[in-house]
């Protein structure tokens, strides 16, 4: 009977001390981190100056066709038919221009921002790979991800800013 209880002992507490180690789960305020980084107050700039570069253009384009649109329409009455075609053909060459135009805006701010938020992802992920390894968690997920998070569980975005210097 010793045997059995020593053996039973023997088997259990490996077990028993995986299951504590399977304890340690932490979770980041992913969100948190991002906007507390300096580079990600740099991007966001540089996004804003871009997006009012763009919306800048976008307004000459529309000047230009709202004067177009008024003269045309002032004059519509007295032109000839020829040259009432080739004023509306000149009005929807500016309006299909500034349609293309605002088409490559958008795309070239979506890959500005994939460009400029790669180097903080990449950051970001290896604070986090770090502190990981430094604290034995077997996982660190994202808060967000998560319905409920029990009171107990451990908030590792402290320990990631630290790490990160913030």
Known sequence: ????????????????????????????????????MPEYKQMTDSLKRSEAEFQAELKVLSDEYSKKLSDYIAQRDSLNQSIKTRREQELDEIRQRADNFQQYAVQKQDELQQTMSAPIQTKLQKAIDDVGRENNFLY????????YISPSATDATPLIKRKLGL
């Open 1 to 36: 009977m010793l045997k059995k209880f020593l053996l039973f002992a023997l088997v259990a507490l490996p077990a028993i001390s995986f299951a504590q180690e399977s304890q340690k789960i932490a979770y980041v305020n992913y969100g948190d981190v991002i906007v507390a």
């Open 140 to 147: 660190i997920a994202n808060s967000q991800a998560f319905l």
